[in-house]
């Protein structure tokens, strides 16, 4: 059974968009994702986005897919919210995906906006309405037009709101101005997928955070969360500014490779990546270091 839910938290409020873990030899590791997942939850998230960005969906199979929200379920699907990342460029194969998903035991589902395509606005609004008819499960939207080249208006965010099952959003368009009218004219659950806009999107009335830096201060970011919902802005305010370079530097190359450098440092379950995505270099690794360090994660 899923974690309780409800509408204003239909994921829970903290989650990590988790990386896919894999063996010397570029396999799947499964156990190694469950060992991680249990570690992220046990560390306070009460969601965990699997086959997103961040786990390097893009070259995983189907099949893989499948079998990695499998193993996180039986891992933690108790404990936290497994969503499942089924967005494509390909509406079909999307479906596919979903039900997939939903055959599997995923407690929702991340639907990115269709990348490369460029639909327009209607295009979007069909995709993410097929999705939402195709299965029983509550449908998170990600917008992030900087990787899809399109952003969800938000007259169609308004429009896809209306559908029962279409219930949040994962906005990673990095304007407070355009999330404040979403937020206040959808009614959807706000989830912050950019993590250095973290506290200012609550400010604005999100209502958690999807996040990559999650793999490594999810604590933290529980107690920001925790201090700005209880009315706390100073305490929240204090730790947004320690975790300054966490936000800067897990981001600056590309945010799986620098995750998977980040867990590997620590020893935990990450291993290499898939091209085209390639490893840190030595001095990447080392700037990483005085980053993590700085924001006061101990290696």
């Known amino acids: 059974m899923a974690p ?3 509408p204003q938290t239909p994921f829970g409020r903290v989650l990590t968009a988790m990386i896919t873990p894999f063996t010397a030899d570029g396999a799947l590791d499964l156990d190694g994702a469950q060992r991680l997942a249990v570690h992220l939850v046990d560390a ?3 969601g965990l986005i699997i086959n997103g960005t961040t786990g390097e969906s893009p070259t995983t199979t ?3 897919k499948n079998d990695l929200v499998r193993a996180v379920l039986e891992a933690v699907g108790d404990r936290a919210h497994v969503v499942a990342g089924i967005g494509t460029n390909d509406t079909r ?8 998903a939903e055959r599997t035991g995923a407690h929702g589902l991340l639907a990115v906006t269709p990348y490369y395509s460029k639909p327009p606005q ?6 993410f309405t097929a999705i939402a008819d195709a299965t029983g499960l509550p449908v998170m939207l990600y917008d992030i037009p900087g990787r899809s080249g399109v952003p969800i208006d938000t007259e169609t965010l308004v429009r896809l709101a209306e559908h029962p099952r279409i219930v949040a959003n994962k906005d990673a368009k990095g304007d407070l101005g355009r999330a404040s009218w979403g937020i206040a004219q959808s009614g959807l659950a706000w989830y912050s997928g950019d993590d250095m806009l973290n506290l200012p999107l609550l400010s604005v009335g999100a209502t958690g955070f999807v996040s990559v830096v999650g793999h490594v201060v999810t604590p933290e970011l529980r107690a920001m969360l925790e201090a700005h919902l209880g009315g706390d802005v100073q305490k929240a305010a204090e730790i947004h500014q320690k975790l300054l370079p966490i936000f800067t530097g897990m981001f600056r190359t590309q945010g799986v490779i620098t995750t998977k450098g980040a867990l590997n440092l620590q020893g935990l379950p990450a291993g290499p990546l898939r091209l085209p995505l390639i ?3 030595t001095e990447e690794t080392a700037q990483l270091k005085i980053d993590l360090a700085a924001g006061g994660v101990q290696l």
């Open 62 to 64: 189907d099949a893989e």
């Open 279 to 281: 490893e840190l270099t």
């Open 93 to 100: 194969h999307t479906l596919e995906l979903a039900r997939q």
């Open 44 to 46: 306070g998230n009460d």
């Open 4 to 6: 309780i839910s409800t």
């Open 122 to 127: 209607e295009g979007l609004f069909r995709h």
